[in-house]
T-cell receptor
Framework: KAGVTQTPRYLIKTRGQQVTLSCSPI?????VSWYQQTPGQGLQFLFE???????NKGNFPGRFSGRQFSNSRSEMNVSTLELGDSALYLC???????????????FGEGSRLTVL | GQQVMQIPQYQHVQEGEDFTTYCNSS?????IQWYKQRPGGHPVFLIQ?????EVKKQKRLTFQFGEAKKNSSLHITATQTTDVGTYFC?????????FGTGTRLTVIP
């Protein structure tokens, strides 16, 4: 079974630009979460999508947005990039779980964004 | 703000020594997960604990979930160079998963 695939792996942008990152979850996984990882802040939760609906949202400004398609693939977009947006953006999918509560996350390799 | 605190932030040990990282939450958790991230890699799921006071072992790794379901620990016995990486706990509550800041383990051969 293929793992979580994220594209692009690396990208460089300049301040003010916008960026779109893509994530293909493991087949059969309908939940996709996005995290921002920086050396100083660790893993910060951005949002979670399930069946094309945003189910949870972290504490990030509106410049950060996402969506999920009917095939469970997800994209996140960051508009008006700032220097502080430089980070590793990780996508994770999780399998269906029988009840409420959190399931284990399967992370992709991440997209490393550098904002100059 | 940070919902789950993890200490220490860094730990350097001599190969063969033991290592422990601790995770604390101010609120009761429904479950605790542990992940390992190798340098340059992505977090990989290790284990999930759900029951109060639960203890699970994976070879040299021992995971504990506190009786009050507010804290957890990961203990590695006789560290090896392959244990190098950052260990994250993640506390589950109300369908959310809150990651700790991680403990970066360095093993000196």
């Amino acid at each position: 079974k293929a793992g979580v695939t994220q594209t692009p792996r690396y990208l460089i942008k300049t301040r003010g630009q916008q960026v779109t990152l893509s994530c293909s979850p493991i087949s059969g996984h309908r939940s996709v979460s996005w995290y921002q990882q920086t050396p100083g802040q660790g893993l910060q939760f951005l949002f979670e999508y399930f069946s094309e609906t945003q189910r949870n949202k972290g504490n990030f400004p509106g410049r950060f947005s996402g969506r999920q398609f009917s095939n469970s693939r997800s994209e996140m977009n960051v508009s008006t990039l700032e220097l502080g947006d430089s980070a590793l953006y990780l996508c994770a999918s999780s399998p269906p779980r029988p009840g409420p509560g959190t399931g284990e996350l399967f992370f992709g390799e991440g997209s490393r964004l550098t904002v100059l | 703000g940070q919902q789950v605190m993890q200490i220490p932030q860094y730990q350097h040990v001599q190969e063969g020594e033991d290592f422990t990282t601790y995770c604390n939450s101010s609120t009761t958790l429904s479950n605790i997960q542990w992940y390992k991230q190798r340098p340059g890699g992505h977090p990989v799921f290790l284990i999930q604990l759900v029951k109060s006071g639960e203890v699970k072992k994976q070879k040299r790794l021992t995971f504990q979930f506190g009786e009050a379901k507010k804290n957890s620990s990961l203990h590695i016995t006789a560290t090896q160079t392959t244990d190098v990486g950052t260990y994250f706990c993640a506390g589950g509550r109300a369908n959310n998963l809150f990651f700790g800041t991680g403990t970066r383990l360095t093993v000196i051969p």
